[in-house]
């Protein structure tokens, strides 16, 4: 299970690829909330996140094993 936590307090999109730049997950959301997403079925490997919001654009990453 990935967290995500946002605390930007704007409206924002939440996005998941693999390693090769594929799209694994979107979601549009509130920017206060708590985001619980499960990673489960990903298969193993690196994945960038990013979340973009009308003044924030953060990126970060994880590594799934």
């Given at each position: 299970v990935?967290?995500?936590?946002?605390?930007?307090?704007?409206?924002?999109?939440?996005?998941?690829?693999?390693?090769?730049?594929?799209?694994?997950?979107?979601?549009?959301?509130?920017?206060?909330?708590?985001?619980?997403?499960?990673?489960?079925?990903?298969?193993?490997?690196?994945?960038?996140?990013?979340?973009k919001?009308?003044?924030?654009?953060?990126?970060?990453?994880?590594?799934?094993?």
């Amino acid at each position: 299970v990935l967290y995500f936590e946002p605390n930007v307090n704007s409206q924002g999109t939440l996005k998941i690829f693999d390693a090769s730049g594929k799209l694994q997950y979107e979601l549009v959301c509130d920017g206060k909330q708590k985001i619980k997403i499960d990673i489960s079925e990903y298969s193993n490997g690196l994945y960038l996140v990013n979340y973009k919001s009308e003044h924030h654009n953060s990126f970060g990453k994880f590594i799934k094993q």
